[in-house]
């Protein structure tokens, strides 16, 4: 048995992990006793329970805020950990963001606070000049029913400008967080579990062969959810956060390559100056803490028929690159999924990467999302649209679908339906035609089957409306709108 090791407020900490699958959460209340962390929906949503975790970026270390009701205490493995008891200075005197709150009102009851200080925290290290915009999103996925959020914003303006900086000892977190690096992956071999975590990608092929039913882990983002609401047990563990290979980015002329363990931010923040239609719709992807943590290959491996990366990647022909001992293959991304939680990988494959082509010349791109929410929402339908034109005739479409179907799917027969008519609005009228007979979406508490194809025939007839030849709508509103019938 191998002692999970970390630092916490400059402490070395190892311990010796009995459950893999037991949460970060329930280490910090039950072990250490550090109540500030709170549960308070166990699934990622309300921010209670929101913990720092720091990791090298090269020279440098980024902070990220997550929450610790779904993280697997073994996945701390080398990382540095901030709770809310970490703020407090030798003198007892509160942090910059602490007295911020304080001072600008924006803790009443308190339950949800210990949650917004560390989402802020992670901001005041990661970005000192923030707009409104940055401040929103940071404290995305931290609920407050008291404040009515006004008050935590100005206490995040305020939190630069009213107080001396504090920094912290980077130099010496950096140099403690590469004494925990390590050179092979680690094992926990218990009696009721197995954990790996190794930190190459030919270990990692050769586990999952050895162990091809063990649970593959990347973020713990839905994961996380299976022990926490359906008490389901993991017997065997691959977690793939440590494997360097996983984590790369490529971005070049053969297009864009994210390997299958990074985060969604990092993702998003990637693909998004190549597509920046989808930027609108990926930062109501999740909150933040949910896209620190989760990945994009584990959204794709997933492949929920409400998730919302599938259609956005399949609109721009992305492809998957699976793995299986010393042997690869690719496919369309659209080909992986055979019917729901059903998918083409065979024993002992996982995705090794998403690969995203470069953009084609004038590509005519949207992605739309419907829900209920504006933030932080399951979709009810999500719908990406991408076209070329030759003159006013349609060339090239590719028309995905989220929500309308047992599995992220392309619409092939309205496709065909446009492929070499002409982008007006008799075409469109059939294609929408075409579109409403093509799928037969389920009825649920995020919208009726039949406002989901009515629906997604309007979003195909807007998307004719913001691109049709000479008379295009301005498209300056953001592509995510509430759903009311």
């Known amino acids: 048995m191998t002692a999970v090791r970390f630092i916490l407020d400059g402490e070395r900490i190892e311990i010796e992990v009995a459950d893999p699958t037991r949460t970060l959460l329930q280490y910090l209340r039950e072990d250490l006793r550090r109540v500030g962390s709170k549960e308070g929906c166990a699934e990622g949503d309300c921010g209670a329970c929101t913990v720092v975790i720091a990791e090298p970026d090269g020279d440098a270390l980024r902070y990220r805020a997550v929450n610790a009701c779904i993280q697997f205490l073994p996945t701390l493995d080398g990382k540095a950990l901030f709770t809310v008891e970490s703020l407090k200075a030798a003198d007892g005197s509160l942090h910059p963001v602490q007295q911020s709150m304080v001072d600008h009102h924006g803790s009443q009851c308190g339950f949800c606070t210990?949650?917004?200080?560390?989402?802020?925290?992670?901001?005041?290290?990661?970005?000192?000049?923030?707009?409104?915009?940055?401040?929103?999103?940071?404290?995305?996925?931290?609920?407050?029913?008291?404040?009515?959020y006004r008050s935590i914003v100005d206490a995040c303006r305020h939190m630069?400008?009213?107080?001396?900086?504090?920094?912290?000892?980077?130099?010496?977190?950096?140099?403690?967080?590469?004494?925990?690096?390590?050179?092979?992956?680690?094992?926990?071999e218990l009696e009721a579990a197995h954990y790996h975590a190794p930190v190459t990608l030919a270990e990692l092929a050769e586990l999952y062969l050895e162990h091809p039913d063990a649970q593959i882990l990347a973020g713990g983002t839905d994961?996380?959810?299976?022990?926490?609401?359906?008490?389901?047990e993991l017997p065997a563990v691959i977690y793939l956060g440590n494997v360097a290979e996983?984590?790369?980015?490529?971005?070049?002329?053969?297009?864009?390559?994210?390997?299958?363990?990074?985060?969604?931010?990092?993702?998003?923040?990637?693909?998004?100056?190549?597509?920046?239609?989808?930027?609108?719709m990926f930062r109501r992807f999740a909150s933040l803490p949910v896209r620190n943590a989760g990945t994009l290959g584990g959204n794709v491996a997933n492949g929920s028929p409400i998730g919302d990366s599938m259609p956005a990647l399949m609109a721009v022909a992305t492809r998957v690159r699976?793995?299986?001992?010393?042997?690869?293959?690719?496919?369309?991304?659209?080909?992986?999924?055979?019917?729901?939680?059903?998918n083409a990988m065979q024993e002992g494959e996982f995705i090794e990467a998403i690969v995203i082509p470069p953009r084609v010349d004038a590509l005519l791109l949207r992605c739309y999302k419907l829900c209920k929410r504006y933030d932080q929402d399951i979709s009810a339908v999500c719908a990406?649209?991408?076209?070329?034109?030759?003159?006013?005739?349609?060339?090239?479409?590719?028309?995905?679908?989220?929500?309308?179907?047992?599995?992220?799917?392309?619409a092939p027969q309205t496709e065909q339906s446009l492929?070499?008519?002409?982008?007006?609005?008799?075409?469109?009228?059939?294609?929408?035609?075409?579109?409403?007979?093509?799928?037969?979406?389920?009825?649920?508490?995020?919208?009726?089957?039949?406002?989901?194809?009515?629906?997604?025939?309007?979003?195909?007839?807007?998307?004719y409306l913001e691109t049709r030849p000479g008379q295009a709508l301005d498209n300056t509103a953001v592509n995510v709108f509430a759903v009311t019938a």
């Open 114 to 148: 210990p949650g917004f200080i560390m989402s802020m925290l992670a901001l005041y290290h990661n970005n000192p000049a923030p707009t409104r915009a940055d401040i929103d999103d940071a404290l995305s996925g931290n609920l407050c029913r008291c404040t009515g």
């Open 223 to 232: 994961v996380g959810l299976w022990v926490t609401k359906q008490l389901r």
């Open 419 to 463: 492929l070499g008519k002409h982008w007006d609005e008799s075409t469109v009228r059939t294609a929408m035609d075409s579109l409403r007979r093509e799928f037969t979406p389920l009825s649920d508490m995020r919208a009726s089957a039949g406002y989901r194809s009515r629906a997604t025939a309007n979003l195909l007839y807007r998307f």
């Open 246 to 280: 996983l984590r790369r980015i490529g971005v070049g002329a053969e297009g864009i390559e994210i390997g299958a363990a990074v985060t969604l931010t990092d993702a998003f923040d990637t693909i998004v100056p190549h597509y920046p239609e989808f930027g609108e």
């Open 322 to 342: 699976l793995r299986r001992g010393d042997q690869q293959r690719e496919m369309a991304l659209e080909d992986l999924y055979l019917d729901y939680m059903k």
């Open 160 to 188: 630069y400008t009213d107080y001396a900086r504090v920094e912290l000892d980077e130099v010496g977190l950096m140099a403690e967080l590469r004494e925990l690096r390590r050179d092979r992956g680690f094992s926990l």
């Open 384 to 410: 990406a649209f991408a076209l070329r034109l030759d003159g006013e005739r349609v060339s090239e479409i590719r028309i995905a679908l989220g929500g309308m179907a047992a599995i992220p799917k392309r």
